[in-house]
């Protein structure tokens, strides 16, 4: 059984920093599309970004330019760099694997970490 662990979120001012980790146990990590999901209050989740195995990447409009997806498959870890942080960032962030041509999560969702910046 799949188990996903992030960690790294917190409390942030606007234009700040925040690198989020998230562990991988039970799958063949390396093998699979990783991506970094998240749910603001009132809000659908949505993908954030994307990592193949191969190490090709996807943003999410929103986010290009700021956040950098990256993975450590000896770690089976995927970690997400967010820099500039704004206000509406603000939302509990997951990881899962994805689809390499949907990017939709395919695993049941794991523990998220929250993420707040204030203005």
């Known amino acids: 059984q799949v188990q996903l662990v992030a960690s790294g979120g917190g409390l942030v001012q606007a234009g700040g920093s925040l690198r989020l980790s998230c562990v991988a146990s039970?799958?063949?990590?390396?093998?699979?599309?990783m991506g970094w999901y998240r749910q603001a209050p009132g809000k659908q989740r949505e993908l954030v970004a994307g990592?193949?195995?191969?190490?090709?990447?996807n943003y999410a409009d929103s986010v290009k330019g700021r956040f950098t997806i990256s993975r450590d498959n000896a770690r089976n870890t995927v970690y997400l760099q967010m820099n500039s942080l704004k206000p509406e960032d603000t939302a509990v962030y997951y990881c899962?694997?994805?689809?390499?041509?949907?990017?939709?999560?395919?695993?049941?969702w794991g523990q998220g970490t929250q993420v707040t910046v204030s203005s």
């Open positions: 899962n694997r994805a689809s390499r041509t949907t990017w939709s999560a395919l695993w049941s």
């Open positions: 039970g799958s063949i990590f390396s093998m699979n599309s």
């Open positions: 990592i193949t195995s191969g190490g090709s990447t």
